[in-house]
């Protein structure tokens, strides 16, 4: 059967649904913690992600038996918080934390996401180096940035009082 595999990469509405945006950090001030090291996260729009498969699918077949691997950034854990803190006028810190601590913070899939941040850390050049920008921008010319989608979400990301 012709199959084309559509790899995606971490989705910004992660920031709104699954509690993943800024909290308090352990001085107070706002902050974002992942076991991320200095490794680049490859992120992306869902609704980009969307648009992407539309375009897939209207390429009459150019796809078939490939596997598209995309994403709308490539950002470390600081410049993701430093777009924070322009989105949101107040400072976000990006703390980085071990493996093993995130895994056993106890919250809903903590012990998964732990291991994605770990495989996505450990392997940096193999998971961002298959998604390439340019070639998700041929797919879709109009990619999200970090920075639009936070303009757009900030009002929708849980934050604390």
Known sequence: ?????????????????????????????????FPLGTAKLPGIAVDDIGRVAHAIFRAEGDHISESVYIAGEHLTGAELAAAFSRALSDTVEYHDMDPDLYRSLGFPAA????????????????YVGARDLTKTRQLHPQLTTFDAW?????????LPT
């Open 150 to 158: 936070l303009a757009a979400n900030k009002h929708r990301i849980p």
């Open 1 to 33: 059967m012709p199959t084309t595999f559509l790899y995606t990469a971490f989705y910004w509405e992660n920031f709104i649904y699954f509690g993943m945006g800024p909290q308090h950090g352990p001085n107070g001030t706002l902050a974002i913690g």
């Open 111 to 126: 012990e998964e996401l732990g291991n994605m941040f770990q495989f996505k850390r450990d392997f940096e050049t193999v």
